[in-house]
């Protein structure tokens, strides 16, 4: 059985860093999507990212280019997400998501079968 387990988020101050962590377990090999969406109050999912564990390429949403960005442990099976300059309205619930596959660079939430419980992200001004 497939599990994600994220973590990391909190309270920060507009202009802070934070990094999240999101550690998957149960696949039996290296060819999956690791993501991240978020979800703002009163408003729908957003993709943030995705990275290929098969070659660590990572595709980020326009909208974070620049103060996002991932990285990944592969022995740890986990995968960071560092948030820079955070802003109130990144004040989110941050999602951990997978997909099995090599290759898949898009932000469709259908076309992610496993969901972690998720971590509030919350910016004060």
């Known amino acids: 059985e497939v599990q994600l387990q994220a973590s990391g988020g909190g309270v920060v101050q507009a202009g802070g860093s934070l990094k999240l962590s999101c550690t998957a377990s149960?696949?039996?090999?290296?060819?999956?999507?690791i993501g991240w969406f978020r979800q703002a109050p009163g408003k729908e999912r957003e993709g943030v990212s995705c990275?290929?564990?098969?070659?660590?390429?990572?595709y980020y949403a326009d909208s974070v280019k620049g103060r996002f960005a991932v990285s990944s442990d592969n022995a740890k099976n986990t995968v960071y997400l560092q948030i820079n300059r955070l802003k109130p309205e990144d004040t989110a619930i941050f999602y951990c998501?997978?997909?099995?596959?090599?290759?898949?660079?898009?932000?469709?939430?259908?076309?992610?079968?496993?969901w972690g419980r998720g971590t509030l992200v919350t910016v004060s001004s």
């Open positions: 990275t290929s564990r098969t070659n660590g390429y990572t």
């Open positions: 149960g696949f039996t090999h290296d060819d999956y999507i």
């Open positions: 998501v997978a997909r099995t596959g090599r290759y898949y660079y898009g932000f469709s939430p259908n076309e992610y079968d496993y």
